[in-house]
């Protein structure tokens, strides 16, 4: 790229970035000029995927880092401010998916949800409060929060960590929009990654396209072009929203 890039010269700092969507982020944006500190817990995976990236010429760096972990967090945008200075671009990816929270709080048990909730919600508050001091007042700040379609129905544990998401978001968007931070969300639908295809069970795939009203499975660069356009220039004017890519899944619940 160019350096006529939006993102040439930002600094982006993606949570879960060893695989999945924060590995595709990271990808993108690297690609698109942006500098961006990669991290996740697995410090292997993340080491990995980062030397991936440089090998393709991504300008990235790799930062073990637990986002339910204050101090890890702390010492992370430490580092940010301490090597560039600012950050430009926040995604809020990190998250617990797998089947054992797409089901009932008493199912999930209290030890379950104390760790869904507490790295798919206050994940995104540390991280988001640990981050703004950076991004104040920097042209063009945002903060990309991971949602999902469940937060929709809600019938699940990590449906209602995705709602609690969303309800960040807007609460976000409000109380930084003053420093001109914009903050948004990406609800993805069924997106077919590596790491959901290992954990999903084929009737839960078979049941969520079903109700789609596109018949194409979603793959990761849908996801990818949502978080780059609600980065970029063309989204200047967007805050507090949750934007949907789901192929039409929840129409009609809301």
Request: glycine residues 12%.
């Amino acid at each position: 790229m160019t350096s006529a890039t939006p993102y040439a010269g930002r600094i982006a700092f993606v949570t879960g970035a060893a695989r999945g969507f924060g590995k595709a982020f990271s990808e993108a944006l690297s690609g698109s000029g942006a500098h961006v500190v990669m991290t996740d817990r697995d410090a292997d995976a993340l080491q990995a995927a980062a030397a991936e990236i440089r090998a393709r010429g991504g300008r990235v760096s790799a930062l073990t880092c637990d986002v339910s972990d204050e101090g890890d967090v702390a010492a992370a945008m430490e580092a940010v401010r301490r090597d560039h200075g600012g950050l430009d671009i926040l995604i809020n990816n990190a998250g617990l998916h797998s089947e054992e929270y797409n089901t009932t709080m008493a199912n999930t048990g209290i030890a379950g949800l104390r760790r869904l909730f507490d790295v798919n919600v206050m994940g995104v508050i540390i991280c988001t409060l640990a981050a703004a001091p950076l991004m104040a007042g920097r042209e063009g700040a945002s903060i990309v929060n991971i949602s999902s379609t469940a937060a929709y129905p809600v019938p699940t544990a990590y449906g209602v960590s995705k709602l609690a998401v969303r309800g960040l978001t807007t609460a976000f968007a409000r109380e930084l929009g003053g420093s001109g931070v914009r903050v948004n969300a990406i609800a993805p639908g069924l997106i077919m990654t590596d790491t959901i295809r290992a954990e999903l069970s084929p009737q839960t795939v078979a049941y969520v396209q079903a109700q789609q009203v596109l018949g194409r499975e979603g793959v990761p660069q849908d996801i990818v072009n949502a978080m780059l356009y609600l980065t970029s220039p063309a989204a200047s004017f967007v805050t507090g929203e949750t934007l949907k890519v789901g192929g039409g899944f929840t129409l009609g619940m809301g």
